[in-house]
């Protein structure tokens, strides 16, 4: 009960003095929004080729990391962005998968859940750390929308993958309409 009480004390006065709880996650501290999202060129399937943030301004870029493929969360997750492709394509965003999976393993994994979407190779998992999605061997679920300039404009953690791609579009919506994308 003290140590409950310790908690909520200690949450409540963060809180008091601005503390941002997606300033730090598990995973470490995450980058902040309204600046520019940290780049990065990872390989690809098929054919390992690199592909850097850069390669998508002018358009969103939906950076979803996922712990690994085959799993059922991560294969739930990764079918329905498939899904609702479409609905990303029409709003001019790309979706980019990270994990520490290989080439050849994502290859597989696009092969067998037919996902039409670059999965890219962090097999260090420099870019996991660089976005704070990184515990021990493996990329948590955290999702990053980048706007078309680069900037980092919201930050999912911890995502439910059955109804994530639905909450990244809502997410989407808001800020296009906002005025801060296409």
Same mark, same amino acid.
């Given at each position: 009960m003290l140590q409950r009480s310790l908690l909520i004390?200690?949450?409540s006065l963060l809180l008091l003095f601005g503390f941002n709880p997606t300033a730090l996650a598990l995973g470490g501290p995450q980058p902040p929004i309204g600046e520019p999202a940290p780049a990065f060129t990872l390989p690809t399937n098929p054919e390992g080729k &690199?592909? /850097?943030l850069t390669d998508y301004r002018g358009q969103w870029v939906v950076l979803y990391f996922y712990p690994k493929d085959f799993t059922p969360g991560c294969t739930l997750e990764?079918?329905?962005f498939q899904q609702d492709l479409p609905q +990303?394509?029409?709003?001019h965003a790309q979706i980019l998968g990270v994990s520490v999976d290989d080439v050849a393993s994502h290859q597989e994994f696009c092969d067998s859940e037919g996902l039409q979407f670059p999965l890219?190779? #962090?097999?260090?998992?420099?870019? /996991?750390?660089? +976005?704070?999605s990184w515990l021990g061997m493996m990329s948590l679920r955290h999702t990053y929308l980048i706007d078309p300039d680069g900037i980092l404009q919201e930050i999912f953690l911890g995502?439910? &993958?059955?109804i994530h791609s639905r909450e990244v579009l809502a997410?989407? #919506?808001?800020?296009?309409g906002s005025g801060t994308g296409v």
């Amino acid at each position: 009960m003290l140590q409950r009480s310790l908690l909520i004390g200690l949450c409540s006065l963060l809180l008091l003095f601005g503390f941002n709880p997606t300033a730090l996650a598990l995973g470490g501290p995450q980058p902040p929004i309204g600046e520019p999202a940290p780049a990065f060129t990872l390989p690809t399937n098929p054919e390992g080729k &690199p592909v /850097s943030l850069t390669d998508y301004r002018g358009q969103w870029v939906v950076l979803y990391f996922y712990p690994k493929d085959f799993t059922p969360g991560c294969t739930l997750e990764a079918k329905r962005f498939q899904q609702d492709l479409p609905q +990303y394509q029409a709003r001019h965003a790309q979706i980019l998968g990270v994990s520490v999976d290989d080439v050849a393993s994502h290859q597989e994994f696009c092969d067998s859940e037919g996902l039409q979407f670059p999965l890219l190779a #962090d097999a260090k998992g420099t870019v /996991s750390k660089a +976005y704070g999605s990184w515990l021990g061997m493996m990329s948590l679920r955290h999702t990053y929308l980048i706007d078309p300039d680069g900037i980092l404009q919201e930050i999912f953690l911890g995502v439910r &993958p059955a109804i994530h791609s639905r909450e990244v579009l809502a997410r989407l #919506d808001q800020l296009q309409g906002s005025g801060t994308g296409v």
